[in-house]
């Protein structure tokens, strides 16, 4: 038997297209770009994230010497968010990125690691979250949830199976 697997995602030209809230949210991860500390490989990734209660949360990517003790922006955020807002679940999480001196103008899908920490979220929270995707600058992409990124996923359902 043959089964098939679909997800559906939004895409709009730019960010003009979108809600004041969701505007506001990708502007944050376009300015917070510069915070990143990426000395290694010249990519500089920006997250904002709106919580349920309206709070904003920020992350950067944040690299090392030793490549792989890096952190994306995304889990850089998930990690600001838990220790300052621990019971506050995100709403919407905004993703942007530049080379360094460079422009961006195609959207940033998050890495497998961050998909599979993001879903941790959402499954402790009972909530999806929302993601918008784009470069500094051109289209936009808005996807409804973490899980829609990474069917079949590994959960603690699993190891408890
Ligand atoms: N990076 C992120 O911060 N988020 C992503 O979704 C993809 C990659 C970072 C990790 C590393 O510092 C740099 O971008 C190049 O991979």
């Given at each position: 038997?043959?089964?098939?697997?679909?997800?559906?995602?939004?895409?709009?030209?730019?960010?003009?297209?979108?809600?004041?809230?969701?505007?506001?949210?990708?502007?944050?991860?376009?300015?917070?770009?510069?915070?990143?500390?990426?000395?290694?490989?010249?990519?500089?990734?920006?997250?904002?994230?709106?919580?349920?209660?309206?709070a904003?949360?920020?992350?950067?990517n944040?690299?090392?010497?030793?490549?792989?003790?890096?952190?994306?922006?995304?889990?850089?955020?998930?990690?600001?968010?838990?220790?300052?807002?621990?019971?506050?679940?995100?709403?919407?999480?905004?993703?942007?990125?530049?080379?360094?001196?460079?422009?961006?103008?195609?959207?940033?899908?998050?890495?497998?690691?961050?998909?599979?920490?993001?879903?941790?979220?959402?499954?402790?929270?009972?909530?999806?979250?929302?993601?918008?995707?784009?470069?500094?600058?051109?289209?936009?992409?808005?996807?409804?949830?973490?899980?829609?990124l990474?069917?079949?996923?590994?959960?603690?359902?699993?190891?408890?199976?």
């Amino acid at each position: 038997m043959i089964h098939q697997h679909s997800f559906a995602y939004e895409e709009w030209p730019d960010e003009l297209a979108l809600s004041e809230a969701d505007r506001s949210l990708l502007h944050e991860a376009r300015q917070v770009t510069a915070l990143a500390y990426a000395p290694y490989s010249n990519f500089w990734v920006g997250a904002a994230a709106r919580l349920v209660s309206g709070a904003l949360v920020t992350g950067t990517n944040q690299e090392n010497a030793s490549y792989p003790v890096g952190s994306c922006a995304e889990r850089v955020l998930l990690g600001h968010a838990a220790v300052r807002f621990p019971n506050d679940p995100i709403d919407t999480l905004a993703i942007s990125y530049h080379p360094k001196d460079k422009s961006s103008q195609v959207p940033l899908y998050p890495c497998g690691m961050c998909r599979q920490a993001l879903l941790e979220q959402e499954i402790r929270f009972e909530r999806p979250i929302r993601l918008i995707l784009s470069g500094m600058e051109g289209p936009v992409h808005i996807v409804g949830s973490a899980e829609s990124l990474l069917p079949f996923a590994f959960t603690g359902k699993g190891l408890r199976s």
